[in-house]
């Protein structure tokens, strides 16, 4: 297959909020229980091992309109829990036995009640991950708290989850987290073979899929884009930074590419890629999860990070992929994004670094504006960039 056919078969996927693949897996599956959860980071290894297909739950997508869901939410926060409350409320969610809620941030916090009181019949668990970094304080917390998220999914699937389910998951995850590794490695050293709206889509496609089908996923896409041959243009390299949990629209990924920039690292889809290594399969299982999260865990806006200053990860990733600029999109209202922001900016202006910022919406439709920022901005790195 052509990159271009794999792209639209991940496409496909993005595009059927109704689910069609979880369908698929449950008839595949019967009695197999499917839990959703929202970003960012869940352990999806645990529910793998539970013999369950982990859902990533990624808002509307701009697909849907928003009736129901704006009555619950005041109207100064982000885009993503009013469309997941409308999807729920239309009845798209009834193949979800679960839900996982992430302590990513308090409008997913306060989502999580609203689950409770709206769905009593579902499944719901906060996943509250360590504050404090110590393996024998927050380790020991985490520990505890996949124990009892393990033992919660034994109990719903009707069968234990044994150290050695859990193995296998973490095995197939690790192979998962090196397909993705190597395939930001492909659009770092030539961003116009593996381009990034066809990677985003690719990526995206782990939401839905089976962990081993969504690593074929990759591994094909990165064969096929090896095996392709396009021409290489004078855009500007940039990393794009605070798309971590609302997701920017289709759109603005093609806009930024079709305005002159190769983005050559991203923090979109970031629940796939939260770990950077390898999660152990020596010893406890579970104890090896809490370590790696602590160990770890990509550098991010909603990450507890004593140990570092905030943009030392940026610049390392700026300094990594050898960018020349960096774009700053996160969804509007979005708390953890843009309070973050000050202090990467910082960061960028000491080492001289070039940046831009937008924000948008993830059911945004006009991107004339960004095309002509972003148009601008990569034409100022080509015309006065030192490099
Ligand atoms: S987009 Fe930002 S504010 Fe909204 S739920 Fe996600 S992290 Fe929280």
Sequence with gaps: MTPEQIAEKADALYH????????QFRDEHPGAKVIGYLPIYAPREVVDAAGMLPVGITGGRGQIEIIRGDAYFQS???QIPRSTIELALSGRFQLIDGFLFPSTCDVIRNLSGMWRVLFPEKYVRYVDVPQNFDPKVGGKFFRGELGHLRDDLAKLGGRPVTDDDLRRSIVKYNENRSAVSDLFALRNAAPWRALALES??????????????????????IAAVNASDRPMRDNARVVTIGSFCEQ?????????EMAGCYIVWDDMTLSKRWLTQEIST???PLTAIAEAFLTHSHSNAVLYEPRREKGDALMDIVRRTKAEGVVFAAPSFCDPALLEQPMLTEALDREQIPWTAFKYSENLGQFQVIREQAGTFADSIKLWSPA
Excluded: S
């Design 200 to 221: 985003y889509l690719v990526l995206f496609a782990g939401n839905v899929l089976p962990v081993e089908e969504h690593t074929t996923l990759i591994r094909d896409y």
């Design 248 to 256: 920017p629209p289709l759109g603005l990924i093609k806009t930024l």
């Design 16 to 23: 059927d909020l109704d689910l069609g693949r979880v369908k």
């Design 76 to 78: 100064y926060i982000c």
């Design 282 to 284: 020596e010893g406890d």
